[in-house]
T-cell receptor
């Protein structure tokens, strides 16, 4: 079964450092998403991406965050200057069609900011 | 504003029991209501989903009941097994791309 692959599975970084979280969406999917889940809390939408541009973003996705599809397979989330409160699980997801059907989530990257 | 409210926060049932998890939503524009199952260290996995044109959907041991007028939907797990022990999230979405998730229910099925 096709999977969304995320690397690394766990990243520890110092406050103020830049981090890049990487995702390889399912190959025929066209819509890409990032969500985050602070420990013990609900999953929260960050951003959706289609046709090389952001199609929707939440209030959480401020200027510290950016997304990119640097090549035909990877989808990245960059946090420019990490804060302690950025510590969370970050999930990438992809879907074949716009909207809400056929979303597949990756296993996540646990980001720990110290 | 919490778009989707989920209860209970945690649930413990005996094997063979029928845990029920409830969700309520505010936005009448929502038209897709999935349930996700999440095991520790894993991403949410789609379990079952419903659209508001039906009141019930069943897939295997999992059933969604949907009440459009009350803006509520629930997940029932028939003949629950220890392997069903996980966190369950309800979610809702409308015309946009994002899902609004509930706060999750930690289910423990005791053998």
């Amino acid at each position: 079964e096709p999977e969304v692959t995320q690397t690394p599975s766990h990243q520890v970084t110092q406050m103020g450092q830049e981090v890049i979280l990487r995702c390889v969406p399912i190959s025929n999917h066209l819509y890409f998403y990032w969500y985050r889940q602070i420990l013990g809390q609900k999953v929260e939408f960050l951003v959706s991406f289609y046709n090389n541009e952001i199609s929707e973003k939440s209030e959480i996705f401020d200027d510290q965050f950016s997304v990119e599809r640097p090549d035909g397979s990877n989808f990245t989330l960059k946090i420019r200057s990490t804060k302690l409160e950025d510590s969370a699980m970050y999930f990438c997801a992809s879907s074949e069609w716009q909207g809400n059907y056929g979303y597949t989530f990756g296993s996540g990257t646990r980001l720990t900011v110290v | 504003q919490q778009q989707v409210k989920q209860s209970p926060q945690s649930l413990i049932v005996q094997k063979g029991g029928i845990p029920i998890i409830n969700c309520a939503y505010e936005n009448t524009a929502f038209d897709y209501f999935p349930w996700y199952q999440q095991f520790p260290g894993k991403g949410p996995a789609l379990l079952i989903a419903i659209r508001p044109d039906v009141s019930e959907k069943k897939e295997g041991r999992f059933t969604i009941s949907f009440n459009k007028s009350a803006k509520q939907f629930s997940l029932h797990i028939m003949d629950s097994q220890p392997g069903d022990s996980a966190t369950y999230f309800c979610a809702a979405s409308g015309t946009g791309n994002q899902f609004y998730f509930g706060t999750g229910t930690s289910l423990t099925v005791i053998p």
